[in-house]
């Protein structure tokens, strides 16, 4: 079945150092890609997404490059803030499972001032 | 537009108990889907509708049941609750229900069952 793999966290870095946070799938189809952001107390939000393979996608400053080859699709920030804690989870959705999303176990981000 | 609303946020109930919650879509959005957030599962899909009917029911016993209504509203039942029922329950919902499209998920219903 699918499946999504995340790093290990939580992962804690100082303001403006550089972000990676790996992801990587199994499908047995053809799998849209998506990085949600989950602050506390709330629900999640999409961060960026994919839909086909060697799409981009990026959103406020966030980047994840859909990798076939690898069956990755890894989320990098250049520079983060304090704003940017939060629990970040990546997910798929297999072409024929509708909307069903296979998440990750999330990573926990605190960034330090 | 407004966002996606889940009724009651939070709820306190006793094992045996049942409970149902309520989940309103953004305007336009034809599918709603549900999950259990847990510390120890992380996030579980529960089940999906489009159009009233249901498309997608992941692996959760039957005590665990869900409707959509003519106005793509949604509700959410579990029956004989058992502690380990206690989890995050969100809401998403998103307009044609197919893989790539977004999904919109609401601020969720925290279950404690005592």
């Known amino acids: 079945g699918d499946s999504v793999t995340q790093m290990e966290g939580p992962v804690t870095l100082s303001e403006e150092a550089f972000l990676t946070i790996n992801c990587t799938y199994t499908?047995?189809?053809?799998?849209?890609l998506f990085w949600y952001v989950q602050y506390p107390g709330e629900g999640l939000q999409l961060l960026l997404k994919?839909?086909?393979?060697?799409d981009k996608g990026s959103n406020k400053g966030f980047e994840a490059t859909y990798r076939k080859e690898t069956t990755s699709f890894h989320l990098e920030k250049g520079s983060v803030q304090v704003s940017d804690s939060a629990v970040y989870f990546c997910?798929?959705?297999?072409?024929?499972?509708?909307?069903?999303?296979?998440f990750g176990k999330g990573i926990t981000l605190s960034v330090r001032p | 537009k407004a966002g996606v609303t889940q009724t009651p946020r939070y709820l306190i109930k006793t094992r045996g108990q049942q409970v149902t919650l309520s989940c309103s879509p953004i305007s336009g959005h034809r599918s709603v889907s549900w999950y259990q957030q847990t510390p120890g599962q992380g996030l579980q899909f529960l089940f999906e509708y489009f159009s009233e009917t249901q498309r997608n029911k992941g692996n959760f016993p039957g005590r665990f049941s869900g409707r959509q209504f003519s106005n793509s509203r949604s509700e959410m039942n579990v029956s004989t609750l058992e502690l380990g029922d206690s989890a995050l329950y969100l809401c998403?919902?998103?307009?044609?229900?197919?893989?790539?499209?977004?999904?919109?998920f609401g601020p969720g219903t925290r279950l404690t069952v005592l």
């Open positions: 998403a919902s998103s307009f044609g229900g197919s893989s790539t499209d977004t999904q919109y």
């Open positions: 994919a839909t086909k393979a060697d």
């Open positions: 499908a047995t189809g053809y799998p849209s």
């Open positions: 997910a798929l959705s297999d072409l024929g499972a509708n909307s069903k999303l296979t």
